[in-house]
């Protein structure tokens, strides 16, 4: 008898600290939705978790993580937002296009969302408004639109004779019309022209740059759209073949050998994206998490560009300049 009562405490010592884990909570899932790629974006997902860190979540360890990837194709967004419903994920993370975050809002009303979106998210459609987003979307507006007019001073202080400018728009992104509106109200407002160029996709960049150098403006100014942070080494390859002094909207670009960029801090907002995703599942709710609004807007020059291009950088903008790539 002493032997078998000895077995049967065994065989419990050896089970309980499996039925132990199996009486531990599941760990809570967030669903990352980005209408890019993986092999861009991999330090803007590293930005994001640190961000969840920072609230006290560790992908692994205390939260799981479900990326999906529209790689640039816009049309798969709403069956990705789908899935992850399906998956029935704690809160949904859309830290790039608008476009993925409407697909996740039309797949539910109950899930918490959270976004990062270069435009205004109440005239997207995002929420409601700035302080109190109502409903299940909250998240971080980076301000991108509104810096366009400043891009644009740069550019025109850095080569002072362009006549004509030139610009390429997204106009799958729902802000297209706007962002076009407000650059020809700006280029206008010095009496400049800009030929304006439609892209979608990594082909149309292609073919709109091979149009724009039939007209050969005198430089490029960028909008700050999804697709084209996306797609920025294709972008700057093609500025630096053409020999086209260009503009951008997030220090990325600069960092590649874009001439010259000016923004917000996108790797910042990715961070705060994610402490508002551990806010989230903490459970705090979207509708009373106000919207963020971008803080750290960065100037950075390329000198080597600059020096390919033959390019005299004024020593006024230098001294601007939060960076200088030499």
């Keep these: 008898m002493r032997r078998r009562a000895f077995i049967f405490a065994l065989g419990g010592a050896a089970a309980s600290p499996l039925a132990a884990r199996a009486q531990q909570p599941a760990m809570p899932v967030i669903g990352y939705l980005y209408s890019g790629a993986l092999e861009t974006s991999a330090h803007f997902v590293a930005a994001f978790r640190k961000g969840l860190s920072e609230s006290g979540f560790l992908e692994g360890r205390n939260v799981e993580i479900e990326y999906r990837?529209?790689?640039?194709?816009?049309?798969?967004?709403?069956?990705?937002?789908?899935?992850?419903?399906?998956?029935?994920?704690?809160v949904i993370v859309t830290p790039g296009t608008p476009l993925a975050t409407l697909a996740a809002k039309a797949a539910t009303t109950t899930i918490p969302?959270?976004?990062?979106?270069?435009?205004?998210?109440?005239?997207?459609?995002?929420?409601?408004?700035?302080?109190?987003?109502?409903?299940?979307?909250?998240?971080?507006?980076?301000?991108?639109?509104?810096?366009?007019?400043?891009?644009?001073?740069?550019?025109?202080?850095?080569?002072?004779?362009?006549?004509?400018?030139?610009?390429?728009?997204?106009?799958?992104?729902?802000?297209?019309?706007?962002?076009?509106?407000?650059?020809?109200?700006?280029?206008?407002?010095?009496?400049?022209?800009?030929?304006?160029?439609?892209?979608?996709?990594?082909?149309?960049?292609?073919?709109?740059?091979?149009?724009?150098?039939?007209?050969?403006?005198?430089?490029?100014?960028?909008?700050?759209?999804?697709?084209?942070?996306?797609?920025?080494?294709?972008?700057?390859?093609?500025?630096?073949?053409?020999?086209?002094?260009?503009?951008?909207?997030?220090?990325?670009?600069a960092e590649i050998g874009g001439l010259m960029s000016y923004g917000s801090n996108a790797t910042d907002q990715f961070r705060q994206t994610g402490i508002y995703a551990g806010r989230v599942l903490k459970g705090e709710k979207p509708a009373d998490l106000p919207i963020l609004r971008a803080s750290k807007f960065e100037f950075v020059i390329n000198l080597q560009t600059a020096k390919v291009l033959r390019i005299d950088v004024p020593a006024t903008l230098l001294a601007r300049a939060d960076e200088v790539i030499e």
């Design 69 to 90: 990837w529209a790689n640039n194709d816009p049309e798969r967004l709403p069956e990705l937002a789908a899935d992850l419903v399906r998956r029935k994920v704690a």
């Design 113 to 253: 969302i959270v976004f990062r979106t270069g435009g205004d998210p109440v005239q997207s459609g995002l929420v409601e408004s700035v302080a109190r987003p109502g409903g299940n979307v909250t998240g971080v507006s980076a301000m991108s639109a509104e810096t366009g007019s400043k891009r644009l001073g740069l550019l025109h202080e850095l080569l002072p004779g362009a006549g004509r400018f030139a610009t390429l728009i997204d106009p799958t992104d729902p802000r297209a019309e706007d962002l076009r509106r407000e650059l020809q109200a700006a280029i206008s407002s010095i009496g400049r022209k800009i030929e304006v160029r439609n892209a979608s996709s990594s082909r149309d960049i292609d073919t709109a740059f091979a149009s724009l150098m039939e007209e050969r403006p005198d430089a490029l100014l960028l909008t700050p759209q999804g697709l084209f942070i996306n797609r920025r080494v294709q972008l700057v390859t093609l500025a630096t073949r053409y020999a086209l002094p260009a503009i951008y909207p997030t220090r990325e670009f």
